[in-house]
């Protein structure tokens, strides 16, 4: 187990002890999830064990057994990237904090983020009419959107979540005087980007071990919130220079 897994284990006080502790395997722990987490597998479990979120104990034997505080973690894992589509290290990091804050307050053990299931972006339908008064864009700039590239329908003429936020920026950004051929701009170097995160996850996307897609999937949201993060602070390192700040 990494350093960071047995950091991250949460031995709070609500934990149960001695031998009345009830233990499950890791079938049985599968079969609780997938209730509220059908895509769950064995194999996403042990990915998590070893990324340090989880750590289940283990028989004489090897078999790994979980206690009901196992089980909350990873629900409270699962919730986490399935609604906020949080990277491992920041969830580790939110499990740290946590287990230091029920240590210090002896608070019940945790609960799981997120109450309600945030949409996918991926499943959000939206069709033409709603996405242009929920996000009021003129109908001739939906148009252009198509055009270049920026925004892309889905038969049959429906729009996702990520379109939604696309024309919900674009829209804010003409506020302030950008034209549509400004944003090609955008649309060019997403593209760049994509071809580059596309090469880094290749050896993982080429397996076909499940453990090697669910690396594969963490990898890619990994390099989403790096990306962000360095593009807002290159932006804001720009600006401020342009106004001697």
């Known amino acids: 187990m990494s350093p960071s897994g047995s950091a991250a284990r949460d031995p709070g006080p609500s934990r149960a002890q001695g031998p009345a502790q009830h233990l499950m395997s890791i079938g049985e722990v599968l079969a609780h999830l997938r209730t509220e987490f059908p895509d769950t597998t064995i194999s996403k479990l042990r990915f998590l064990e070893a990324e340090g979120l989880v750590d289940p104990q283990r028989t004489a034997s090897g078999y790994r057994k979980y206690s009901w505080d196992d089980v909350a973690r990873l629900r409270f894992v699962l919730t986490a990237q399935r609604d906020q589509y949080l990277p491992l290290r920041v969830i580790r990091e939110q499990l740290e ?103 880094l996850l290749a050896p993982l996307v080429r397996q076909h071990d499940p453990a090697a897609r669910a690396r594969a999937a963490e990898m890619a949201r990994e390099l989403q919130a790096l990306s962000q993060r360095l593009h807002a602070a290159l932006v804001r390192t720009g600006l401020r220079g342009e106004l001697g700040r």
């Open 97 to 199: 904090q946590r287990r230091h804050e029920e240590q210090s307050s002896q608070r019940p053990a945790l609960v799981a983020v997120g109450s309600e299931r945030a949409a996918d972006p991926q499943d959000t339908r939206v069709a033409r009419d709603d996405v242009l008064e929920r996000t009021g864009c003129p109908a001739e700039l939906l148009a252009e959107l198509e055009k270049i590239g920026l925004v892309v329908s889905r038969p049959p003429g429906w729009y996702d979540g990520d379109a939604m936020v696309i024309v919900e920026a674009v829209v804010g950004l003409t506020r302030y005087g950008l034209e549509v051929r400004h944003l090609r701009a955008f649309r060019v170097g997403a593209d760049r980007e994509v071809g580059l995160f596309t090469q």
